[in-house]
């Protein structure tokens, strides 16, 4: 074998290992900009007790929200939410029709739920969402001096 045709075996070798195939371009992929962030919240605020009290009661609340929203690229992101809320309604002036012996209550309320939710992004700006869930909220009437209320502590409905 000469020494040009080696040559020529191998320049044909090297051309044939150096070309590239671009038929699948990768573009570098953009996250969501909640994707795989983790969120908390602690909120507080009043209570408007709208019942069947001649006089509607204000008193107070607090929520806690957490929600962690799983890595994605895409323009939505799928996430799990939970929250737990705790509070007082109250109201006085004796019930207005069905209970006139009762004068005033004030009851604690708990809640505490959680569901699924995704945001889909609409520009840097808007990001709306839609949330599935379900809650459990829990009370029991009770009067300022935190007895149960007659028909509670008998445990009747009606």
Do not use: C
């Amino acid at each position: 074998m000469n020494v040009g045709n080696t040559f020529y075996y191998l320049l044909l070798i090297v051309i044939l290992f150096t070309f590239t195939s671009n038929a699948q371009t990768s573009g570098i992929k953009e996250y969501h900009p909640l994707s795989g962030k983790l969120g908390l919240s602690l909120e507080g605020g009043t209570t408007f007790t709208l019942s069947d009290f001649v006089d509607p009661g204000w008193s107070h609340y607090g929520r806690f929200t957490t929600e962690y929203l799983f890595p994605s690229t895409q323009i939505g992101v799928w996430g799990l939410k939970g929250i737990a809320m705790f509070g007082y309604l109250q109201g006085s002036g004796g019930a207005s029709s069905t209970r006139p012996d009762l004068n005033e209550f004030k009851t604690s309320i708990f809640s505490l739920g959680g569901g699924a939710e995704y945001l889909l992004k609409l520009s840097d700006n808007v990001i709306p969402y839609i949330f599935l869930g379900a809650t459990y909220l829990y009370f029991d009437p009770q009067n300022l001096d935190g007895e149960p209320l007659q028909r509670n502590a008998q445990k009747k409905i009606f």
